[in-house]
């Protein structure tokens, strides 16, 4: 696709006289047909929003003056302008006085955007009609740009298309700040920064005046508890299903460290980068890098294509297809002072304002005292369970503390025993259950169950397969490498299993049995409703990547266990 012109972008601008990026048009990277969007709030001569749109290779542009609505009867007048360089949609800072949009420019929501009719985007540029679903932090859901008739091609609306109730608060209203910086554009326009304040405030509840050390850069570690509870004194968080890491910066400098102290940042550059723009040039906060579906429910297994990537290109197109957050849930250092010995809810209380409530990097917000209530809700939300803290426990880095404690909300479901595979030592007879479940009516393999059986009940399992086997899968999508290991049988018999998520391929994760249910049939095993991943893969997008790609995700190198 050809990429369009920047000449007018630069004919206004001077690089040395203002900061603005002046990169070259390029082609866009190869995806899976999502591209980025940003807004940016803009206080130059008249306060305005910025909307842009990757394509061709630029950012194409249309300046909005009232700023996005959620009201589907809210149509805004969008007047296109000069297409700006890609690098542009990072762009946070001041545009100096006596130049072209002088004032203050904040990323006020970014994120993937796809068109929702299949249209090319720039075909549906050039039609005047885009029809488009935005991923962003603020903005989701679909949208329109229509060029309206009898203008000079210049003038469009943007406006919500009704795919869902309008939030009752507007998110120009409710959320002013950038997902970048957490700033606001007054407070970027009059350079606001919260080192100083940090700083005394940490010193005044007790913080050390040193840096955190090397030797302390580890994070705490939590116990496990088996059931949720309400108790004073406490408080709850959400758990999310990610990478854990420790963000460190000291001035420009940034360093995602993962648990064995790997830096990790060249994979996850948008979270490197937000942390440098962060209003405080020196600290170390903890958190949890994460994918987001719709629901706002994380994904392992989607972060998972995000996870050893280096080739810049490869990481570019990632950001786009797998976008990520960090959610930051405590702080060892800040402005030269050590925060670990403080009670954590006064480290949490400095954290929220460091850290954007919405964004790239964003505060992890906790209940106190209920900690049954909130489980339950992320039982019913399919998160993956809670985090009880003390609310007075200190920091110890490198360790597992009581103080902290894990309570997962794993899920059960009955699913058919469709086969089974042989194993090694005392379980060579019977290694794992291979199991299936209804979709649309018809049997498909949801994984192997290779955990939770006891002696007897192995026994009890192997002569009642033994007796019910048949040549041919009962089931579909069993993947061809059970072919000349599996042992199946008539879908007769039922088992409960406790897991912690359905794959994207219908797969259980973490399975483990807990019990034949002779009181079920199998005609009643259906799987449970499957989430649409916010932006879908797909295997063009795959195929066409320069760099190496692993050609069979789901081959099986430990057979007993399904791994």
């Given amino acids: 696709m050809a990429s369009r012109s920047l000449d007018q972008y630069h004919n206004k601008r001077d690089p040395v006289r203002t900061p603005e990026p002046f990169g070259a048009a390029r ?54 302008t000069e297409d700006h360089p890609l690098e542009y949609a990072d762009f946070e800072g001041l545009i ?78 409710a959320q002013p700040a950038s997902v970048l ?25 007790g913080g050390v005046r040193r840096p955190v ?10 116990e496990t508890a088996a059931t949720p509870f309400a108790r004073a004194g406490w408080i709850f968080e959400l758990k999310h299903d990610g990478v854990r890491v420790l963000a460190v910066r000291h001035g420009a400098s940034v360093r995602l460290l993962s648990r064995t102290r790997r830096d990790i940042s060249s994979s996850f550059p948008e979270i490197a980068h937000a942390i440098a723009r962060l209003p405080c040039d020196s600290f170390v906060l903890d958190g949890e890098i994460v994918t987001l579906d719709e629901h706002g429910v994380s994904s392992f297994e989607r972060l998972q294509q995000r996870l050893g990537q280096t080739n810049a290109r490869a990481v570019a197109r990632a950001a786009i297809e797998v976008p990520v957050v960090l959610y930051s849930f405590d702080l060892l250092g800040v402005a030269g002072l050590d925060a670990r010995s403080l009670p954590l809810l006064t ?21 106190e005292r209920d900690g049954v209530g909130l489980f339950n809700a992320a039982s019913t939300h399919a998160a993956e369970g809670i985090v009880a803290k003390r609310a007075d426990s200190l920091y110890v880095s490198g360790r597992r503390s009581r103080d902290w404690l894990k309570i997962k909300a794993l899920k059960t479901a009955d699913l058919a025993i469709v086969g089974y ?20 009516g018809q049997l498909q393999y949801a994984g192997n169950v290779g955990s939770g059986f006891d002696a007897r009940t192995l026994d009890a399992l192997r002569a009642r397969l033994d007796a019910a086997v048949r040549p041919t899968a009962p089931c579909a999508d069993v993947p061809r490498e059970f ?49 649409r991943p916010t932006v879908e893969p797909t295997p063009a997008a795959a195929s066409a990547a320069p760099e190496l790609r692993l050609s069979n995700l789901n081959k099986v190198f430990w057979p007993a266990d399904g791994y």
């Fill in 27 to 80: 082609p866009t990277p190869v995806s899976n047909g999502a591209h980025r969007f940003v807004i940016q709030q803009h206080a130059a001569r008249r306060l305005h929003w910025d909307f842009r749109l990757e394509i061709a290779g630029v950012l194409v542009s249309w300046a909005v003056p009232r700023g996005p609505s959620v009201d589907p009867q809210q149509k805004r007048l969008a007047v296109q």
């Fill in 96 to 173: 100096p006085a006596g130049n072209y949009g002088a004032g203050a420019v904040i990323v006020w929501d970014c994120g993937p955007y796809q068109s929702f009719d299949g249209v090319a985007p720039a075909d549906a540029l050039a039609r005047g009609k885009l029809d488009l679903e935005l991923f962003g932090h603020k903005l989701r859901g679909r949208w329109a740009l229509v060029r309206t008739k009898g203008s000079d091609g210049k003038q469009w609306l943007l406006f919500k298309k009704a795919d869902a109730p309008a939030r009752a608060v507007e998110p120009v209203a």
């Fill in 181 to 205: 910086s957490g700033l606001t554009v007054d407070e970027l326009q009059h350079g606001v920064s919260r080192t100083a304040e940090l700083a005394e405030q940490a010193q005044s509840a």
């Fill in 213 to 222: 050390s090397g030797a302390a850069l580890s994070p705490m570690l939590a």
């Fill in 347 to 367: 480290r949490k209380a400095l954290l929220r304002r460091l850290v954007p409530q919405v964004g790239v990097v964003r505060f992890s917000d906790h209940i």
């Fill in 421 to 440: 595979l042989r194993g090694k030592g005392s379980r060579k007879d019977l290694g794992a259950l291979m199991l299936a479940w209804y979709v649309d």
């Fill in 483 to 531: 072919a000349k290991l599996a042992m199946f049988v008539e879908p007769a018999l039922v088992a409960e299993v406790r897991f912690s998520e359905v794959t994207e391929r219908g797969y259980l994760r973490q399975p483990v049995f807990l019990r034949l249910r002779d009181d079920k049939r199998v005609a009643d095993c259906d799987a449970p409703p499957r989430r």
